[in-house]
């Protein structure tokens, strides 16, 4: 059985960093591809970044909204995705999840970001 969790959020100034990390247990293959969305409340989830699974190649994406700011990563011997998060601004303020697979696929339960003007 698969499992994300996430952890880094938190409270965080205009203009600041935030970095994410998501541990990812459990059997993975190329065509799972890792990602990572965000919900701001009152509004549906939405893409953030995606990057392939571990140990496979392929093309990184960013949504427009977080492009030459937000940096997906993963380690491929720890199993852990990343998001680091620049030039924070109060509209990135958003439970933040990552993806395995999907969407659907599998999801974590989410890590809260905000950011304060």
């Known amino acids: 059985q698969m499992q994300l969790v996430e952890n880094g959020g938190g409270s965080v100034q205009t203009g600041g960093s935030l970095k994410l990390s998501c541990a990812v247990t459990?059997?993975?293959?190329?065509?799972?591809?890792l990602g990572w969305y965000r919900q701001a409340p009152g509004k549906e989830r939405e893409f953030v970044a995606a990057?392939?699974?571990?140990?496979?190649?392929?093309?990184?994406v960013y949504a427009d909204s977080v492009r030459d700011r937000f940096t997906i990563s993963r380690a491929h011997a720890e199993n852990i995705l990343y998001l680091q998060m620049t030039i924070l601004k109060p509209a990135d303020t958003a439970i933040y999840y990552c993806n395995s697979g999907g969407p659907p696929g599998n999801w974590g339960r989410g890590t809260q970001d905000t950011v304060s003007s």
């Open positions: 990057l392939p699974g571990f140990w496979c190649s392929g093309a990184t």
């Open positions: 459990g059997r993975t293959t190329c065509t799972d591809r």
